[in-house]
Nanobody, 114 residues
Framework: QVQLVESGGGLVQPGGSLRLTCAAS????????MAWYRQAPEKQRELVAF???????NYSDSVKGRFTISRNKARNRWYLQMNNLTAEDTAVYYC????????WGQGTQVTVSS
């Protein structure tokens, strides 16, 4: 079992920045992929960014060039640095770990508004 806890969400003005943190515990040695998803009101959950254990990454087109996913292997954490935020980035952000199954955090709200 893997437990995930997100932190770092909040209210930010358009053009601002936030950094989300996902802290993993439990059977973390089995994790081979780490990701961030988001779900806006009345929309489906979508993949935002993904990082593999070799540190290669993928991003959705909507965040490419603005968001950066990274990981701290020693601390079993991964991060999502979000820059130049817009109202369209408003959503609940979930961290995700892929091992023998997908694991999810509880979500953290990000609201971009003036």
């Amino acid at each position: 079992q893997v437990q995930l806890v997100e932190s770092g969400g909040g209210l930010v003005q358009p053009g601002g920045s936030l950094r989300l943190t996902c802290a993993a515990s439990g059977s973390t040695a089995s994790i081979y992929g780490m990701a961030w998803y988001r779900q806006a009101p009345e929309k489906q959950r979508e993949l935002v960014a993904f990082i593999r254990i070799d540190s290669s990454t993928n991003y959705s087109d909507s965040v490419k060039g603005r968001f950066t996913i990274s990981r701290n292997k020693a601390r079993n954490r991964w991060y999502l640095q979000m820059n130049n935020l817009t109202a369209e980035d408003t959503a609940v952000y979930y961290c995700n770990a892929q091992s023998t199954r997908h694991y999810w955090g509880q979500g953290t709200q990000v609201t971009v508004s003036s």
